[in-house]
């Protein structure tokens, strides 16, 4: 054993508070452009939610009509099982899926884009 | 009955034994209102997707729609693909911006919107509204499924559901109750897997019957009628399939204990990965109650004869599997389904008590005012107990029909109310107060009707069954035109508050 003390260690939790970040005065300013950039963001969210909807519209939601103008499909048997016991109550999960994980991934993209944007901005200052 | 009810009362036990275990482990680590109410909006993404998934997933998924699906067949299908769906509807247009807004109920999400006092008393009323006609299906099935598996008498499934429920809620909120909810998805996948696996076994082991093979040919629908995606088929058919796609599709992100639960999110990026993995577990799950209904088709076709399809996966099980195999998967199944009456069911009173709590027992009552922790008791104690007092006069109607109501009047008050909100900045409070009173009151009388007023034929009795396809652009339209006509110029608060919607947390703004 050594006479050495043990070394006093500080327990924390994790940062409570993130560092301080660059302000970003262009969107708080309301200034024409920092107004421009928001706007720009929301219209281009709300285009990728609507484009998100278009193809659950066309791909579960023309589903209905197609069975209703074709009444023949509902008896065609795909290994055994009718069409549209496997039309509604498998393939629409793994494409539900697919839909949000893509959403997702292109949601993040777009905010990290404004991010950028207003860095670059107040950089220019 | 005369099958024994051992192997049901074990399961239902166990349930209710860890779930008051888990749940009083929260309790201990539940201090403040914001733990109460939001679990201090500090539960990870995983854990709150499962959670979510566990919570969402009500005696509606879990007997309701195998049930349908024996009966109706392939248009019921239906359901569980648009309760699903919604989760995406919600994601694409809702998930980020309403954690974003940084409320803890719609109301608040209103009022932090609008501005508006007598927009947040109409949401308010709105929830509570759509939060009993939820919990009174849960309530009435909890009566008749534990009538069925034990043997008892049907006033016992609501008072035990409600009791437990409110000895939870009261006890930890949101803290102990999420993490009873995350364990309760993965037992409910287990308790309707396991089953249907071994079913499914037996199933091919006997050579793949069909019910005519079995000589069981008293079904009520043909083969070629079972597999029609629409209901009814002609017109009233599209129409009743298109206005459940709008109610499942809409209904979700207005459900009262589904935005609650997007709070507990630490930021905006986190509600849309939960959600993204929220429609991964609901898609898992809902593979499943199709095996029952066909199964169920086979082996137990009297069931629908008889109107007791809502009984289909407690009592296929036994049909299917002899003598201990079959009392073992009976006493999983019965569980499951007890776990999925009080998950939903503690959800709702959560979403309604914290309603309640905020805005009636929190109030300044003759000159006294409650604690928020005492106040949010309180609140629980009316949200459960009025539901469970109509159950108990009320017992029966079928589950799933009834929730689908309470989908209807969400998607015909909260999603237009949410969607413009979030996206369209001239709303105003006048057109949000006109489209939720028109959305409400259409979809709230719709309901009545079709509960209380059954049997009415022809397309009075289509139009009510199902309100949606009809209530909810009456409601946004309305919503629209009354904003024009008292537009006003654009509050600064309406510019801060679409910074706070739809800019990242990480970026340091001015969010109002």
Redesign the interface.
Known sequence: MTAERPQRVRVTGPPRRRP?????RE??A?SRLG?LY?RA??RE??W???R??GV?AIG??T???L??AL?WL??VRLLGI????W????V???L??L???R??WR??RN?DT??EL?RELDDER | MTAAVWPGAVGVALVVVTTLGIGSLGLRLSRTTSDFMVASRSVPAFTNAAAISGEYLSAASFLGAAGLLLTFG?DM??Y??GW??G???M???VA?PLRRSGAYTLPDFAEARLDSAQVRTICSVLVVAIGWLYLLPLFQGAGVTLGAALGLPTWVGPAGVASIVLVNVTGGGMRSITLVQAFQYWFKLTALLVPAMVMLAVWLDDGRPDAAALGRTDFPTDV?AW????AAGGSQ??YL??SL?AAT?LGTMGLPHVVVRFYTNPDG?TA??S??LV??L???F??IP?VYG?LGRVYAPELAAAGESDLLVLLLPRLVVPGLGGDVLTGLVVAGAFAAFLSTSSGLAIAVAGVLGQDVTGRTWAGRRLGGVAAFRLGSVIAVVVPAAVALGEPSAGVATTVGLAFAMAASTFAPLLLLGI?WRPLTPAGAAAGLVTGGVGSGLAALVTLYLDGTAGWVGVLTARPALWSIPLATAVMVVVSLLTRQPEAPHV?RF??RL???E?????RG
Request: charged share 10%; net charge neutral.
């Open positions: 301080p970040r660059p302000r970003t969107v708080d309301e107004s928001v963001l929301v969210q709300l990728l939610g609507v998100t909807l659950l579960l939601g589903l209905p009509l069975f209703w009444p509902a008896g009718a069409l549209p016991w039309l509604l109550g498998v629409p999960y793994p539900l899926v839909a949000a994980w959403f997702v949601a993040e905010e404004f991010a207003l | 392939a299908l239906w569980p693909v699903t769906a989760y995406l509807v994601l694409a247009l980020a070629l597999s029609d995606p629409l058919g599209l399939t298109y796609i599709f990026r849309r990965r959600t993204l429609l991964t609901l898609g898992l809902y593979l199709p066909a996206w510019r679409m910074v739809h800019t990242p990480a970026l340091d703004l001015d």
